[in-house]
């Protein structure tokens, strides 16, 4: 409700309605009357009146109008009650009147009417007491000045306030600063290097989105470091001191993946355990599960995934309870998900979910400047490992760099660990690096032969042949589907073979 649609068009000032509240309060009523005969709109002006005196007495902070000419036309409570004065007596009077009797001094209304543009300034009070006043001009239509607006409040309140403020924002810095210096371990804990600007991008995000829960999908090409990050990002994460569980849906044949991922009852298939099972969803509640190669997750699957990512419960396989965990997912794979969706392998709603957050990892060779120091890492670890003092020469660092790292690190890292264990010297060359590296390797790979270098016996060469295919089929496709297509298998075989030899 705007006042001057209530106020009598003829009560335009505040001093008006000053006088106007004070026949109404001293009952000369008629008087009012005979202004506006209206009686209604007199009832309505009266609530009005009585509704902004309290509103204004209610503020905190000190309000005091006044005129063209310094005269004072309103005082609300606070003002009044810090003054020490009564507002009544100081109704009609000048401001200077005021600072005459050193009430306060100086007077930004004062100021104001000099300068008719809003005046800040420091007052003090009678008692001594100091005050931030701030006044503003109001004028009409025609540019005329025609009231001045001052309020004031306490300095000492504000000083306090921005003490308070202060000390929250170091409070939080400070938090900051120790959040940074947990990551910073973290990460050095977990020997992440992270040199390139590529990675410290990568790294940013990381710091930015542990702490949400949020669904993460870390992409990359096999061997950029897709799980050691999963890790890390639980590390980073509110969820520390609760499980990471890892699991490779390439690796579980997609028969036992539902059981393996989920649990089941007891007695739900022939050979499950009476007792039944606990799935990794629910070993890995309050902490992270991280799926890796999710694009190798069967489409039956992927439903109940969905599912689990939108209402966080399942059923365990066998039984019809729902089980509700606080699980955090972060999933990963080396696949082209939207070319697997376009194809109708992966479905479109889970990448929309998984993809909420994309985490992708650049391939070493575009960022190469992380290849010393994750070299420098290598020797050091397996100098540790092997009790050996190797170093590498300057000039195989180069070679490294120019290097394609179709494997990416753990290329690389397998690279430096055939390297140091081949060669003679204490010093890593270019010689041994073109003997170990992997492309000469390859080249006897394509060439399709195998080389039988001793006897031994039969089942025993027969067993290492097919353990020594298969990983290295899936070191270099990291899909078992891919593997498989490779070594003209087909992929349950290649993920039964997987589980027996990397266990
Ligand atoms: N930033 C890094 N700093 C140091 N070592 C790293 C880094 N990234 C990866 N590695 C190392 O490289 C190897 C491969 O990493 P990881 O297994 O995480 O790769 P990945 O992308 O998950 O591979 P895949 O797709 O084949 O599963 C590991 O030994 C890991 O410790």
Redesign the pocket.
Known sequence: MRLDTIVPKNLICLSDIREYEKEVYQDKADFVIEKKKDSDEFEKFKNVLKYYTLIFDFFEEEILVSDNTGKILFINQKSADVMGIDPEDYIGENINDLVDRKIFNPSATLNVLKERKRVDLLIRLKSGEQRLASAVPIFDQDGEMELIICTSKNVLEIVKLEEKLERRNKKISEQSEQINQLQREIMAQ?????VSGE?KDVVNKVNKLAHFDVTLL?T???????????RTIHQISDRRNKPFIKV?CGLIPENLLDSELFGYEGGAFTGADAKGKVGKFELADGGTLFL??IGEMPMSLQVKLLDFIQDKEFTRVGGTKKQVVDTRIVA???RDLIKMVEKGSFRKDLLFRLNTVNIE?PPLRNRVE?IPE?VE??INKFNTKYMMKKRIMAETVQELLVYDWPG???E??HVIERMMLMSDGNYLTSEDFRINAASRTKGHAEAGRVFCTGIMPYKEAKRELERQLILKAY?KY?STYKAAESLGINQSTVSKLLKKYSE
């Open positions: 977990n020997n992440f290097i992270s990675m870390v990359g090409e096999t061997g950029v470091g897709k799980g050691v990050l999963a490779n890796d190669e990963a794979t080396n990892i992380d994750l890492h290598f990416n690190i753990r690389l890292e070191e990291r």
